[in-house]
């Protein structure tokens, strides 16, 4: 079936260094893409999402890049802090429909 | 409350036993998804709900798993004689029409 993944399973930064989380996606057809945060024990966070007419939005210090020909989607988090180390989803919704597809998960680790 | 809101937050129950899980959306949200995630794992989707449209059960495990959605608000996710493999935790979200979807803290299940 149609899948999200995710080049690298863990992340370990140093705080205050830049973050880049990376994702492959399947599915030409996907029209929109967000970005998941969840820490432990915790539902998942939305924190910033794009649409496929898109190739860049900016939250508060995130960055979600999306290269359609490739097939890939990005989130980048500036100046990394402590209470950025959660697992980190991406997920794509196929053609219009509210289903959400989601990859396996990156974990972002923060050391001071 | 002002969050989507699942009950119970654990359960541990014996294999064989029926269990129910229980979700209330955010108040005004017409869509609801079920989603499950295994230890270490992506999110798992399990059904959506839109509104008085049929629901998408196409991620549903078997025939031990059903859900339903009374008056379009509350849902309940319902697993018949669990299995061990069963274990997870249970997650719903709701969504309006703008699509961001967000989560409640999710349901452990155990199955002993």
């Known amino acids: 079936g149609e899948s999200v993944g995710l080049h690298l399973p863990t992340l370990s930064v140093q705080e205050g260094d830049n973050s880049i989380i990376n994702c492959a996606y399947s599915n030409s057809a996907s029209d929109y893409f967000i970005w998941y945060k969840q820490e432990s024990g915790k539902g998942p966070q939305f924190i910033i999402d794009i649409r496929s007419n898109m190739d860049k939005r900016q939250g508060q210090r995130v960055t979600v890049l999306l290269n359609k020909t490739v097939k890939h989607l990005s989130l980048q988090i500036a100046a990394t802090q402590p209470g950025d180390s959660a697992v980190y989803f991406c997920a794509e919704r196929v053609g219009g429909y509210n289903k959400l597809i989601f990859g396996a998960g990156t974990r972002l680790a923060v050391h001071p | 409350g002002a969050g989507v809101s699942q009950s119970p937050s654990n359960k541990v129950t014996e294999k064989g036993k029926d269990v129910e899980l229980r979700c209330d959306p955010i108040s005004g949200h017409t869509a609801l998804y079920w989603y499950r995630q295994s230890l270490g794992q992506g999110l798992e989707f399990l059904i959506y709900?839109?509104?008085?449209?049929?629901?998408?059960k196409s991620g549903l495990p078997s025939d031990r798993f059903s859900a339903e959605r009374t008056g379009g608000s509350v849902s309940t996710l319902t697993i018949q004689r669990t299995q061990q493999e069963d274990s997870a935790v249970y997650l719903c979200a709701s969504s309006s029409v703008t699509g961001e979807l967000f989560f409640g803290e999710g349901s452990r299940l155990t199955v002993l």
């Open positions: 709900f839109q509104g008085n449209s049929a629901p998408d």
